[in-house]
């Protein structure tokens, strides 16, 4: 069974209307783990009314399966509809791969570190 760990932190934003939560991923989401943590994150999502931003920091996911990405589109559309949104910091190139070959960096901004990521959503 593979582990990960999601970790949550809010983010000061300068920007009333924007509420920004930081979520650090470490291992691997997979089968064994990825509905429970999916969970985690609606709950997330569901908490804020209007306006909620996730920066997910990929710097230590080392895995994703198929079922993880289906659920990063999902959590992508309700965030939209809310006038949200989803930022990737930090990915490592086999995710950043696989996420350019489904097609999800077209919707998902991809950068480089958290601090672009703080930018981004600050704008």
Do not use: H
């Not at 997979?30 to 306006?51: C, F, L």
């Not at 994703?64 to 989803?86: A, F, Q």
Request: aromatic letters at 8%; proline letters at 3%.
């Amino acid at each position: 069974m593979a582990q990960i760990t999601i970790t949550v932190e809010d983010i000061a934003s300068s920007v009333p209307d924007k509420k920004i939560k930081l979520l650090k991923f470490a291992g691997q989401l997979d089968e064994s783990n990825v509905d429970d943590k999916a969970k985690e994150i609606y709950s997330i999502i569901d908490a804020v009314p209007q306006g909620l931003f996730l920066i997910f920091d990929f710097e230590k996911l080392e895995y994703m399966n198929s079922k993880s990405i289906g659920y990063l589109t999902d959590w992508y559309s309700k965030l939209s509809e809310k006038k949200g949104g989803i930022l990737i910091a930090n990915a490592r190139p086999n995710i950043t791969d696989i996420l350019q070959v489904v097609g999800i960096t077209q919707l998902v901004p991809c950068v480089g570190s958290v601090d672009e990521a703080k930018i981004a959503v600050m704008k």
